[in-house]
Every structure is written in structure tokens, then in C-alpha cells.
């Protein structure tokens, strides 16, 4: 009875870990027969309750390392409460799970996903079927064999009842879907032998899983697809869609099966020669198909790391950290400006500017310093339904909004120019002016800075930043003009250089549009990578134009800066508390998560968040107040402010963000909390109420 015995510890240890964890009660449910027998013959030995009390034993080991610091009362509160805060769906949708599975352009429904789901089910009901119609299996112990394809069936069984339907779930399975391959691969080339339709069928089903498979995209989670080949659509080769061909030689292997089946009439069972060659040609083809996913994961990946050499892949942060060259991942990647004032570019001395100063030039036109929107918002994004880690509905498309702190306008102190807005990203009003043309719809508006004076080259100095807001004009990294995400008003850096010759002793060489990573209309920071600057160029200007007389269109900003950039890790530390939201904590294994102790947080100094989309429709969902999540004491306790970052080489990318927390009061005037601890004996159902939620 000790394999029993260490399969309920291991079985209920998994299903306090996670709902999930209920899959692990199959095989003990799968193999109840067994054990029974086994407890019936030692009792004859050993008395009726000795087999008993072993198994007794391990539930009750279990018990008292589950309930060592906790009692029944608040284990059942803890439950009741996850169900009424959710996500929670019944038991009799679990369908969803499969439909998600299936959604076009979702992570949940790539290929790599449903590969593994399908040929789960293909083993598990083919396997089934042969049982069910032959009895044994020649070369095979009926007794694991059922025990296997019941623990997969029960698994699939108590799945339904988890809360969440996420596709991602089905990665419990892969113990399970292993074993179950090789004994499919085995039995399918004994039918293979004995009947040259059924090897016909086996393959048509195997290619007709890898169309339906490669008609998702080649999508990972969050970094992991950077650099990947088809993260965004299905996988072609010279332009064809692998799908299309794939079911084409599906069809074909179906036509042959349906020429194999009929050709029984006149020409008889056709049994394939029992040989060495033959036995492994029936064999082999749910091995090939292995093979192919395999190889286009590995070599889609490898493809990412070469082609990304110079910039961050999960690929190359997983070989640095093997090799111990830098553990920290994500975090050595990471720019980061600490302080955006150190990077203001100064105006060069004896240049002529109207009212406004340097930033708005001789003579702007309807740009004035309060041209700023108050409170902007950024347009909703929308997700695919069944997005992981999100409490939206399962029915429909996610959309929501969410912006960086400090980043939606305000009014403030008044700066340097007369303006009265509020600056994003922590730049010093008394040091930044601000210029818009947000309200003039009655004339088109434009401006020319004046010049400003660019340091030396350096590698820790690879941009020229221009933080603006509204709707400004960009373009994609391959060129290419999106309306909904590049249209708006123009703001571009002219690059110079000194020369006495010019008109007023500047010679503009080029002017370029900014990298716009979004979302329009909130402050964000334009890049212009110094790399890519004319030869020689050594002073910069913005030139601004906004004929659009639409309440909509219109744009601000503030001066060019050449920050000198630190790595988030020298930003975070390793032992600072940081807010890592779930989506990126294991791309910064280096960071220290912010601890708690007897129901008392530590308060973090940072928050490291995702990219804008999966912000608005997951992370800020879980972690909300009305949810119980941390916002409950970060925005009660904690002022936010955004830090400007950026990921190394690669300046269009929308890797996520950093905001700085600091106390709104002062630690020195809110002392921490005086605990009381001590030790009071109660019955295990007890408890003082029930927690809030909100309905």
C-alpha cells in the first residue's frame, strides 16, 4: 500500500496548490479497483483496519501540514470568498476552455497550445476505441493502460469543475498526455499492421490536427513573443498558409483511406507484412508530428535569439543566466532615465524667441504654454475573451482604459513659461517649459523651436526623448501608417549643425518623425535614436504643425532631452520591495517582491507592469481594490509617478512600464503599526465574521 499511501499525499498536497490540482485525484479514482484488492488480501493478514490506517495515515499527514496555521472556518471563508470575488464560471461552461482554445489571434489558442490539446484527445479516444473493440492489447498490460486512459478521462472530468476556464490549464496534462502518446503510438501500429485503411485514417487524423493547429498564430506570452516568426498570424511558407496545406494532404490521405475502405469488397482484409521496416513506418507518424512541433518551436525561438542579438528574448536572458553571465533578465535590458531633468537640452545662447522662450520660438502660432488638455484619457483597448489572469466577462471582448500615473494632465504649479499644467514623468516645472495647441481651432497652428546644443556621442545616451501628448503622426517599424494607432498632427526633430554661412548660424540637415509607441493622446516620450542622425549633426530643434482645426487634434510637448540611461536593475536593486505584476515577474528574477506578515504589507517603492494592453485587461483587474487586491493600499497609502523606459535596441517596442510609489506621509510622521501577537485556543469552525466583498 506505500505507492497508495504517497499518491493521496502527492494528490492532495496538488489540489491545495491550485484548483487544478483536482486532476491528480484521477489516478486514485482510476486505480480504487486496485487498491481495494490490495486492502482486501492484507486484511486476511493484518486485521480489517491496518490497510486502512496506512491510507488513513497519509489524509491525515496531509491535514495537519494543510491546517498547521490555519483553521477549517478560515480555509472555507478563504474559498467563499475567491468564489465571490471571482473570476468564477459554472461548471456546466466548461466548454469555454475549448472555445478559447480556439480563438483566432490569441496566445490561449496558438498553435503550440492546441498541437497538445488535440492530440491529448486523439491518444485518450483512439486508444479507447481499440480497448473497447479488441479488449487487449498484444504486448501491452490492460491493467495500466485503463488506469491510464482513467486518470486522463477523470482528469479531463474534474477540470469542469475549477473556477476559471483558461486553455492554459490543459499544461496539467503533460505527465499524463506523454505516457498516453506512447501507448497510442503503440497500438495505433498494431492497427496500422493489421489494416492498411485504419493506418490511412490514423494519418488523415494526425494532419488534419496539424491544419487546424497551424491555423493559430505562433504566439507566446508577453516577452516570450520578441523576435519570433508568425507571433501575430499563422505560419506561411512562400506566402501559402501552412493550414491550407496541411488539410490538403489531409484530404488526400482521406481520399486513399476512402479507396482502402471501399476496395475491401472485391479484394479483401489488406494486411500490411508484420516486418521490421513495416513496424516502424506505422509507428512513426505521431512521432513525426512531434517532431515538427518540436523543431519549429526550437527553431523558431533560436530564430528570435539571432535575429535579436543586440536586444532582449527569453531566449538569450535563459542562456545568459545558464552560463552566468547575468541572471537578472528582463532588468538588464530595461532603460531607465532616473531623473528626466539631468537630460534637458540647454537653448544656445544668442538665438531670438518671442514671449514663450526658447521652446516656442521667434513666433509660434497658435501654440501657447497651457495648450494642454486636463484630464486625457487614451483610447480603450480591447482583448480577446478568455484572456488569463483578467476577471472580464468570458462572453465577450475585453475593453478597457488605462493609463500611466501622472500621465492624464492636470493643472500644477505655474513653470518656467507661464504655463499651469502638470508635467508627466517628474520633470521639474521650474526647469520645463511646455508648449500645445490644444483650444485653437480656429487657425492652423505651428512653431519652430530654437536650437538646442547636443552633447557627445555615448552609448549610455543613445536618444533624443521629447515628452508629448495628444494625437501626433508616426509610423510603424517597418514603415508602414496605421490610422488608428499613427494618425495625428505633425511633431518632428530637425537635426543641424553649427555653421556661420546659414542664416543665423545653423544649417538644418533633416527632419525626422518621432518613434510613437503610445497610446495617443496621454504624455508620453517620443524617441529618436542618435544612431540615426545625420552625420555631424549637432543641434536639434522641434518643428510642430497642427492644421487640424478638430477639437481632437492637437499636441504638446516639451523640450528635447538626451538622458544618460541605468538599467532597471540599477534602478530596482535586488533588495528593494517591488509591486511585480504577475504578467512580468519571472522576467525579473532579481527583484525582491514586497513582503507580508501577519496580514501587515510591506509597502513597495516601485511597480514593474506589462505592456499598456495587458495592463488595462489583466493586471489592473486582479490587482484591483473593489477585488482585494493591492491597489487597496497602494493608492491609499502611496503617491505614483511614472519613470520613463525604455528596452534596449529596440525603441519601438512597448515592453511595459515602471511607476515610482513614495508615501504621502511621511515616514517618520505614520511609525509603523504596533503589533499583538499571541496564541488564543478555539475551536477550528470558529470565526469572528465574514470578509467584505463587494457584490
Not at 266 to 292: C, D, F, K, Q, W
Request: with cysteine.
Amino acid at each position: 500500500l506505500s505507492p497508495a499511501a504517497l499518491a493521496i499525499v502527492v494528490a492532495l498536497l496538488a489540489a491545495t496548490v491550485a484548483p487544478q490540482g483536482l486532476i491528480a485525484l484521477g489516478p486514485l479514482l482510476a486505480g480504487g479497483r486496485a487498491i481495494a484488492r490490495v486492502v482486501a488480501v492484507r486484511r486476511l493478514r493484518y486485521g480489517r483496519f491496518t490497510p486502512i490506517a496506512v491510507l488513513a495515515a497519509s489524509v491525515a499527514g496531509v491535514l495537519a501540514f494543510t491546517f498547521r496555521d490555519q483553521t477549517l472556518a478560515t480555509v472555507a471563508e478563504s474559498a467563499r470568498i475567491k468564489y465571490v470575488v471571482g473570476p468564477t464560471i459554472a461548471w456546466y461552461q466548461e466548454f469555454l476552455r475549448y472555445y478559447f482554445l480556439t480563438v483566432e489571434s490569441n496566445v490561449d489558442g496558438s498553435l503550440t497550445r492546441r498541437i497538445a490539446v488535440f492530440i491529448l484527445l486523439l491518444c485518450l479516444f483512439g486508444t479507447l476505441a481499440v480497448l473497447l473493440r479488441r479488449g487487449v492489447l498484444p504486448g501491452l498490460a490492460s491493467g495500466p493502460v485503463w488506469r491510464l486512459i482513467g486518470s486522463t478521462a477523470i482528469g479531463l472530468l474534474l477540470l469542469t469543475f475549477t473556477p476559471t476556464k483558461w486553455a492554459i490549464q490543459f499544461g496539467i496534462f503533460a505527465g499524463l498526455s506523454g505516457a498516453l502518446g506512447a501507448v497510442a503510438a503503440f497500438t495505433f501500429a498494431r492497427v496500422g499492421l493489421h489494416s492498411r485503411r485504419n493506418l490511412a485514417l490514423y494519418v488523415t487524423a494526425l494532419l488534419f490536427i496539424l491544419a487546424w493547429s497551424t491555423s493559430g498564430i505562433n504566439g507566446w506570452f508577453y516577452v516570450g513573443n520578441y523576435g519570433v516568426p508568425w507571433f501575430d498570424k499563422q505560419p506561411v511558407i512562400a506566402s501559402h498558409p501552412v493550414t491550407n496545406m496541411f488539410l490538403v494532404l489531409s484530404v488526400i490521405t482521406a481520399l486513399i483511406a476512402g479507396w482502402l475502405h471501399f476496395r475491401l469488397d472485391y479484394a479483401g482484409h489488406t494486411e500490411v507484412e508484420n516486418t521490421r521496416r513495416n513496424r516502424l513506418l506505422a509507428s512513426t507518424p505521431l512521432m513525426i508530428v512531434a517532431a515538427i512541433m518540436v523543431i519549429l518551436e526550437v527553431t523558431s525561438m533560436a530564430k528570435g535569439v539571432y535575429a535579436r542579438s543586440d536586444t532582449y528574448t527569453t531566449g538569450k536572458a535563459n542562456l545568459l543566466a545558464l552560463t552566468g553571465s547575468d541572471p537578472c533578465a528582463m532588468a538588464s535590458d530595461v532603460l531607465v532615465e532616473p531623473d528626466a531633468n539631468e537630460g534637458l537640452l540647454q537653448p544656445i545662447p544668442g538665438q531670438q524667441a518671442g514671449k514663450y522662450g526658447p521652446l516656442g520660438g521667434l513666433d509660434p502660432v497658435g501654440f501657447v504654454p497651457d495648450g494642454v488638455r486636463i484630464g486625457m484619457t487614451s483610447l480603450p483597448v480591447v482583448g480577446k475573451p478568455g484572456l488569463v489572469n483578467s476577471d472580464a466577462s468570458p462572453n465577450a471582448p475585453i475593453m478597457e482604459v488605462s493609463d500611466g500615473a501622472g500621465t492624464t494632465g492636470g493643472v500644477g504649479p505655474t513653470g518656467i513659461n507661464g504655463s499651469s499644467m502638470q508635467l508627466p514623468f517628474g520633470l521639474d516645472p521650474a526647469r520645463t517649459p511646455v508648449m500645445g495647441s490644444y483650444g485653437e481651432n480656429s487657425i492652423a497652428a505651428h512653431l519652430k523651436s530654437s536650437w538646442y546644443e547636443l552633447p557627445p556621442p555615448s552609448p549610455d545616451r543613445p536618444l533624443v526623448v521629447i515628452s508629448a501628448a495628444g494625437a501626433i503622426w508616426s509610423f510603424q517599424q517597418d514603415g508602414t501608417f496605421s490610422p488608428e494607432i499613427n494618425y495625428g498632427q505633425q511633431l518632428k526633430l530637425e537635426w543641424g549643425v553649427r555653421d556661420p554661412r546659414s542664416p543665423g548660424g545653423f544649417k538644418p540637415l533633416r527632419q525626422d518623425y518621432p518613434i510613437d509607441i503610445g497610446p495617443q493622446t496621454v504624455w508620453r516620450n517620443l524617441r529618436f535614436p542618435t544612431k540615426t542622425a545625420p552625420p555631424g549633426a549637432n543641434v536639434v530643434r522641434i518643428v510642430a504643425d497642427d492644421p487640424n482645426l478638430s477639437s481632437d487634434q492637437w499636441l504638446a510637448f516639451t523640450p528635447p532631452r538626451v538622458p544618460t540611461l541605468k538599467t532597471a536593475q540599477d534602478l530596482l536593486g535586488s533588495d528593494t520591495p517591488v509591486l511585480l505584476d504577475m504578467a512580468v515577474a519571472q522576467n525579473f528574477p532579481c527583484q525582491r517582491p514586497f513582503s507580508e506578515h501577519l496580514g501587515v504589507a510591506e509597502l513597495p517603492k516601485f511597480r514593474v507592469m506589462p505592456e499598456h494592453k495587458q495592463v488595462a485587461t489583466s493586471s489592473n483587474m486582479w490587482m484591483s481594490a473593489e477585488d482585494g487586491g493591492p491597489f487597496m493600499f497602494t493608492t491609499a497609502l502611496l503617491r505614483t509617478s511614472s519613470v520613463p523606459t525604455y528596452l534596449r535596441n529596440d525603441w519601438y517596442r512597448d515592453w511595459g512600464s515602471i511607476e515610482k510609489y513614495e508615501p504621502i506621509v511621511a515616514p517618520n510622521l505614520a511609525p509603523d503599526a504596533q503589533l499583538t501577537e499571541g496564541t488564543v485556543v478555539v475551536n477550528g469552525w470558529t470565526r469572528k465574521g465574514p470578509i467584505r466583498a463587494l457584490p
